[in-house]
T-cell receptor, first 117, second 112 residues
Framework: KAGVTQTPRYLIKTRGQQVTLSCSPI?????VSWYQQTPGQGLQFLFE???????NKGNFPGRFSGRQFSNSRSEMNVSTLELGDSALYLC????????????????FGPGTRLTVL | GQQLNQSPQSMFIQEGEDVSMNCTSS?????WLWYKQDPGEGPVLLIA?????ELTSNGRLTAQFGITRKDSFLNISASIPSDVGIYFC????????????FGTGTRLTVIP
């Protein structure tokens, strides 16, 4: 089974621009979550989608948004980029999606390294 | 969010040595996970623990879910150079990605 895939792997943008990152979950996984990883803050949860609906949201400003498509693929968008948005953005998929007794273990993709200049 | 204290922060060991790292929290978790992350890559799941007291192995890796449900440890036996990376623990309170909390990581360096 193919793992979680993310595109692009690397991205360089300038302040004020916007960016869209893409994630394809493991086949059969319906839940997709996004995380921001920085050296200073570690792994921080952005949001989680299940069946095209945002289920949970972390403590990030409204410039960070996402969506999920009917095939479970997901995109996240960051508008009006700031220098502090430079980070590794990780996508993770899980089988269950938060509404069952079975633990929904997260499987991560390789990430998109975003650099804001 | 929940705070997971992971120690040590970094380790330098000789190839062939055993490694032990642990994760503690003031909160109870229902699931403990251990991930390894290589530079520029995403975390890769090593071991998942679902019951207090559970001891699980994956090759040279062994992890345990603490009886109090507030801690977990990971052991690596007979380390090899490809064990180099950052190891993260994660505790899960319940269903949903918002209930998954990560430790600060242990950076492992293996000296050949």
């Amino acid at each position: 089974k193919a793992g979680v895939t993310q595109t692009p792997r690397y991205l360089i943008k300038t302040r004020g621009q916007q960016v869209t990152l893409s994630c394809s979950p493991i086949s059969g996984h319906r839940s997709v979550s996004w995380y921001q990883q920085t050296p200073g803050q570690g792994l921080q949860f952005l949001f989680e989608y299940f069946s095209e609906t945002q289920r949970n949201k972390g403590n990030f400003p409204g410039r960070f948004s996402g969506r999920q498509f009917s095939n479970s693929r997901s995109e996240m968008n960051v508008s009006t980029l700031e220098l502090g948005d430079s980070a590794l953005y990780l996508c993770a998929s899980s089988l269950v999606g938060g509404r069952a007794a079975v633990p929904d273990t997260q499987y991560f993709g390789p990430g998109t390294r975003l650099t804001v200049l | 969010g929940q705070q997971l204290n992971q120690s040590p922060q970094s380790m330098f060991i000789q190839e062939g040595e055993d490694v032990s790292m642990n994760c503690t929290s003031s909160s109870i978790f229902n699931t403990w996970l251990w991930y390894k992350q290589d530079p520029g890559e995403g975390p890769v799941l090593l071991i998942a623990l679902y019951k207090a007291g559970e001891l699980t192995s994956n090759g040279r890796l062994t992890a345990q879910f603490g009886i109090t449900r507030k801690d977990s440890f990971l052991n690596i036996s007979a380390s090899i150079p490809s064990d180099v990376g950052i190891y993260f623990c994660a505790g899960q309170l319940g269903a949903g990605a918002n209930n998954l909390f990560f430790g600060t990581g242990t950076r492992l360096t293996v000296i050949p």
